[in-house]
């Protein structure tokens, strides 16, 4: 695989890279590290689509990725109410979550935080990051959590959250640091801290964020992204066709608009990169079935008003369907972990 080639698999779907000129210096490295890291904090809804096809695409480009389980920070961050029990069980779903979602397991590695913050090392970077790092910038950086600034007067654990993520990516040694448009702070943290003490610079690699179902006008897209706490706004990687169909019948998408539609980024973000197009069936009065090859000619069609909004969440409904069969295949088999979850989690 030419440079060009392996910089088009990297950089396919990603909204951001920083910078593409370190990025290009990883292609010949042997040994390449990269991560992503997630809090066990509940079900897994189908942004994790968009993250883990860039995971299998990393791991197709030489990458050893590592999917840090992040159980210490679902603690500091409240979740499950800091029931250590319940958050270790979460994190095992989303191990099966990866592997259902078709993360190659050879080149993978499942890394739970409470097996790297066990030495003064990690505790070394912690605090040599936070030196070097004002409470304002800190304070900022709290959104990565899913809290606001203000938040940090609750509770001073929260403070070292940034730090302690800064410090996991020097911790593991990473190449690339891989993670949604709402990690970018983190990531952004990290690197000023590392010029600073004169470590390695990693690379930071951002995926868009998929909008919850209410969507909204001229939303903020760190508020209007998907999320697990909401099941109305969410759809869910294990959903059944028939949950998937009336959630989506009932997700804002006004006719004719193309801009903050939620049912449209699906189709962008997750149908047309995994699927390839999109099948529209339609009554042949209205026009017939038809299939869209490229998420361009569907927003066009659709801003135009030559496709009703319920033909074409159907649309997108039946196609997230078929995506899902074989994370759905795979729970059928391997229940335990998602049941064990699904007593405790908000599923709605």
């Given at each position: 695989?030419?440079?060009?080639?392996?910089?088009?698999?990297?950089l396919?779907?990603?909204?951001?890279?920083?910078?593409?000129?370190?990025?290009?210096a990883?292609?010949?490295?042997?040994?390449k590290?990269?991560?992503?890291?997630?809090?066990?904090?509940?079900?897994?809804?189908i942004?994790?689509?968009?993250?883990?096809?860039?995971?299998?695409?990393?791991?197709?480009?030489?990458?050893?990725?590592?999917i840090?389980?992040?159980?210490?920070?679902?603690?500091?961050?409240?979740?499950?109410?800091?029931?250590?029990?319940?958050i270790?069980?979460?994190?095992?779903?989303?191990?099966?979550?990866?592997?259902?979602?078709?993360?190659?397991?050879?080149?993978?590695?499942?890394?739970?935080?409470?097996?790297?913050?066990?030495?003064?090392?990690?505790?070394?970077?912690?605090?040599?990051?936070?030196?070097?790092?004002?409470?304002?910038?800190?304070?900022?950086?709290?959104?990565?959590?899913?809290?606001?600034?203000?938040?940090?007067?609750?509770?001073?654990?929260?403070?070292?959250?940034?730090?302690?993520?800064?410090?996991?990516?020097?911790?593991?040694?990473?190449?690339?640091?891989?993670?949604?448009?709402?990690?970018?702070?983190a990531?952004?943290?990290?690197?000023?801290?590392?010029?600073?003490?004169?470590?390695?610079?990693?690379?930071?690699?951002?995926?868009?964020?998929?909008?919850?179902?209410?969507?909204?006008?001229?939303?903020?897209?760190?508020?209007a992204?998907?999320?697990?706490?909401?099941?109305?706004?969410?759809?869910?990687?294990?959903?059944?066709?028939?949950?998937?169909?009336?959630?989506l019948?009932?997700?804002?998408?006004?006719?004719?608009?193309?801009?903050?539609n939620?049912?449209?980024?699906?189709?962008?973000?997750?149908?047309?990169?995994?699927?390839?197009?999109?099948?529209?069936?339609?009554?042949?009065?209205?026009?017939?079935?038809?299939?869209?090859?490229?998420?361009?000619?569907?927003e066009?069609?659709?801003?135009?008003?030559?496709?009703?909004?319920?033909?074409l969440?159907?649309?997108?409904?039946?196609?997230?369907?078929?995506v899902?069969?074989?994370?759905?295949?795979?729970?059928?088999?391997?229940?335990?972990?998602?049941?064990?979850?699904?007593?405790?989690?908000?599923?709605?």
């Amino acid at each position: 695989m030419g440079l060009d080639e392996w910089m088009d698999l990297v950089l396919r779907n990603a909204q951001e890279v920083v910078t593409r000129e370190e990025l290009e210096a990883l292609y010949e490295r042997p040994g390449k590290r990269g991560y992503i890291g997630f809090e066990p904090s509940g079900m897994a809804h189908i942004g994790w689509l968009i993250q883990a096809a860039k995971v299998r695409d990393l791991q197709q480009a030489g990458f050893h990725m590592i999917i840090y389980l992040a159980d210490w920070h679902a603690f500091i961050n409240d979740k499950f109410g800091g029931d250590m029990e319940k958050i270790r069980t979460c994190a095992r779903y989303m191990e099966d979550c990866f592997l259902a979602l078709g993360v190659d397991p050879e080149k993978a590695e499942f890394l739970y935080a409470s097996e790297l913050l066990d030495g003064m090392d990690y505790w070394e970077k912690v605090l040599r990051i936070s030196k070097k790092t004002s409470l304002q910038r800190m304070k900022r950086a709290l959104t990565i959590m899913g809290r606001k600034e203000e938040e940090s007067e609750m509770d001073s654990s929260k403070l070292i959250y940034p730090s302690m993520q800064a410090a996991d990516i020097f911790q593991m040694d990473l190449d690339l640091a891989l993670g949604g448009m709402d990690q970018r702070k983190a990531h952004m943290l990290a690197r000023d801290a590392a010029e600073k003490l004169g470590w390695k610079k990693f690379v930071a690699l951002h995926t868009p964020l998929l909008p919850g179902l209410q969507g909204g006008e001229r939303m903020d897209p760190l508020e209007a992204k998907m999320s697990k706490s909401d099941p109305n706004a969410a759809l869910f990687i294990h959903d059944t066709p028939e949950e998937i169909n009336r959630k989506l019948k009932k997700a804002y998408c006004p006719q004719g608009q193309v801009d903050d539609n939620p049912v449209l980024e699906m189709a962008r973000l997750v149908v047309f990169p995994l699927s390839g197009g999109l099948h529209i069936e339609r009554p042949e009065k209205f026009g017939g079935p038809l299939d869209v090859a490229d998420y361009m000619e569907l927003e066009s069609m659709f801003g135009a008003g030559r496709l009703h909004p319920l033909d074409l969440k159907k649309a997108v409904a039946r196609s997230l369907a078929d995506v899902l069969e074989p994370v759905r295949d795979y729970f059928s088999r391997h229940p335990g972990n998602l049941e064990a979850v699904r007593r405790f989690a908000v599923t709605g």
